[in-house]
């Protein structure tokens, strides 16, 4: 009868490999959870200043007294007068240097309406008014792009279609 002194060497060999090879599995599983993670932070990010930026521009345009196209890149409201009396001016306007698109509230510093973590790459507004004569409602379509600043394939692009609303 033999006796069983241990393992050999083949034994053994075939051991460590499979060890290392569900070492090797389980750590790759840690790094695509991790980077899965990252990138859906950044998907977040982008969409929640595209939501931000629709809900901030489309209100502002539908709720206000006068609209003013100064360029493809600026535009200027001015809202209806509160219960005290005063009505406020915003101005809007995208640097296309800085990727930025700020809000200027009366006279104060402009400041932005996203984080540093997400570029404006397009800013573009069409005035689709029938007759945008001086106190007819304006009609307006804008198209914005975003992206990612760490992750440039992380984009958005959409389309704001928003009309000032009749005052009667």
């Given at each position: 009868?033999?006796?069983?002194?241990?393992?050999?060497?083949?034994?053994?060999?075939?051991?460590?490999?499979?060890?290392?090879?569900?070492?090797?599995?389980?750590?790759?599983?840690?790094?695509?959870?991790f980077?899965?993670?990252?990138?859906?932070?950044?998907?977040?990010?982008?969409?929640?200043?595209?939501?931000?930026?629709?809900?901030?521009?489309?209100?502002?345009?539908?709720?206000?007294?006068t609209?003013?196209v100064?360029?493809?890149?600026?535009?200027?409201?001015?809202?209806?007068?509160?219960?005290?009396?005063?009505?406020?001016?915003?101005?809007y306007?995208?640097?296309?240097?800085?990727?930025?698109?700020?809000k200027?509230?009366?006279?104060?510093?402009?400041?932005?309406?996203?984080?540093?973590?997400?570029?404006?790459?397009?800013?573009?507004?069409?005035?689709?008014?029938?007759?945008?004569?001086?106190?007819?409602?304006?009609?307006?379509?804008?198209?914005?792009?975003?992206?990612?600043?760490?992750?440039?394939?992380?984009?958005?692009?959409?389309?704001?279609?928003?009309?000032?609303?009749?005052?009667?």
């Amino acid at each position: 009868m033999k006796h069983n002194q241990g393992l050999t060497l083949v034994e053994l060999l075939i051991g460590i490999l499979l060890t290392s090879m569900i070492f090797l599995a389980a750590s790759s599983l840690v790094v695509t959870l991790f980077t899965s993670n990252t990138r859906t932070k950044q998907l977040d990010e982008v969409q929640q200043v595209k939501n931000d930026i629709f809900n901030e521009l489309s209100n502002a345009i539908k709720w206000s007294a006068t609209v003013t196209v100064d360029s493809v890149n600026k535009l200027k409201v001015v809202t209806f007068a509160d219960d005290s009396g005063v009505s406020h001016s915003y101005t809007y306007e995208y640097d296309s240097t800085t990727q930025t698109l700020t809000k200027q509230v009366d006279t104060n510093p402009a400041a932005s309406l996203h984080s540093n973590k997400v570029e404006v790459t397009d800013f573009e507004i069409m005035d689709r008014s029938v007759n945008p004569a001086a106190g007819a409602p304006r009609s307006l379509d804008i198209f914005i792009g975003l992206r990612d600043a760490q992750q440039p394939t992380i984009v958005e692009a959409f389309r704001i279609v928003a009309s000032q609303r009749s005052v009667e």
